[in-house]
C-alpha cells in the first residue's frame, strides 16, 4: 500500500519570505499523481498544485512550485513571499495513475503559520 | 455552479443513534468518496465509488455504510454511532480523464460535516 509521510507537523514562516514544506511517498508503482491540497480555518479543501509522475519538469502555480524528485520519492512544495492568506493546514496526496484507483492517500498534514 | 454539496455541516448525536450524511455533486463526476479528517491523522478514504454502481471500501470502512443512488449522489450512513466515530467528514468527487486534461484527477471537496457523537 501506499503512504505518504509529511515530517513537519508545524512550520511558521515570516510574511514575504519563502518557505518548503516537505513531503515523501512509498510506492512501487512508476506511474502515479501527487498534489498538495491547502485546508485553510474556513476548513474547505483547495487544491494548490498537481504533479504527473511522468513529467520530468516540476509543476507551477504562481508562487507555488514543487521539487519532485522522482527516484527520492520526494513532493515538496515551495511558497513564496509568503502571505497572511497562506496560512493553512497542507496536505501531500499521492494516487495511482489508471482507472479504477482514483482514491487518494493524504500525509498527516503541515500546519503553516504566516508570521507578519 | 455549486461543485459538491453535502448536508448536515454539523450534526450531534447521541451513542447508537443512526443518521445518514448526504453528499451530492453537479459535476457529471463519475467518481465519489467519503473522507473523514481526524486531528494528526490527516484525511483518511471510508468509502469510494468508482462509478455508478459499483462502491468499495477504503481505509477505515468499519461502522459505516454507503450508497450511490446515482451519478449524481453518495449517502454515507452510521447505523449505530459511536464516540469514535466523532470526525470531520468530507464527501469529495473527481473526473476520470487522460493525461494532459488538466481537470482530470482532481478531487473536489464539499465544505465538510462535523460529526460529534456523545
Known amino acids: 500500500a501506499q503512504t505518504v509521510t509529511q515530517s513537519q507537523p508545524e512550520m511558521s514562516v515570516q510574511e514575504a519570505e519563502t518557505v518548503t514544506l516537505s513531503c515523501t511517498y512509498d510506492t512501487s508503482e512508476s506511474d502515479y499523481y501527487l498534489f498538495w491540497y491547502k485546508q485553510p480555518p474556513s476548513r474547505q479543501m483547495i487544491l494548490v498544485i498537481r504533479?504527473?509522475?511522468?513529467k520530468q519538469q516540476n509543476a507551477t502555480e504562481n508562487r507555488f512550485s514543487v521539487n519532485f524528485q522522482k527516484a527520492a520519492k520526494s513532493f515538496s512544495l515551495k511558497i513564496s513571499d509568503s502571505q497572511l492568506g497562506d496560512a493553512a493546514m497542507y496536505f501531500c496526496a499521492y494516487r495511482t495513475w489508471g482507472f479504477g484507483n482514483e482514491k487518494l492517500t493524504f500525509g498527516t498534514g503541515t500546519r503553516l503559520t504566516i508570521i507578519p | 455552479n455549486a461543485g459538491v454539496t453535502q448536508t448536515p455541516k454539523f450534526q450531534v448525536l447521541k451513542t447508537g443513534q443512526s443518521m445518514t450524511l448526504q453528499c451530492a455533486q453537479d459535476m457529471n463526476h463519475n467518481s465519489m468518496y467519503w473522507y473523514r479528517q481526524d486531528p494528526g491523522m490527516g484525511l483518511r478514504l471510508i468509502y469510494y465509488s468508482a462509478s455508478e454502481g459499483t462502491t468499495d471500501k477504503g481505509e477505515v470502512p468499519n461502522g459505516y455504510n454507503v450508497s450511490r443512488l446515482n451519478k449524481r449522489e453518495f449517502s454515507l450512513r452510521l447505523e449505530s454511532a459511536a464516540p469514535s466515530q466523532t470526525s470531520v467528514y468530507f464527501c469529495?468527487?473527481?473526473?476520470?480523464?487522460?493525461?494532459?486534461?488538466?481537470?482530470?484527477?482532481?478531487?473536489?471537496f464539499g465544505a465538510g460535516s462535523r460529526l460529534t457523537v456523545l
Open positions: 504533479q504527473e509522475a511522468y
Open positions: 469529495a468527487s473527481s473526473d476520470r480523464g487522460g493525461r494532459g486534461n488538466s481537470g482530470a484527477n482532481v478531487l473536489t
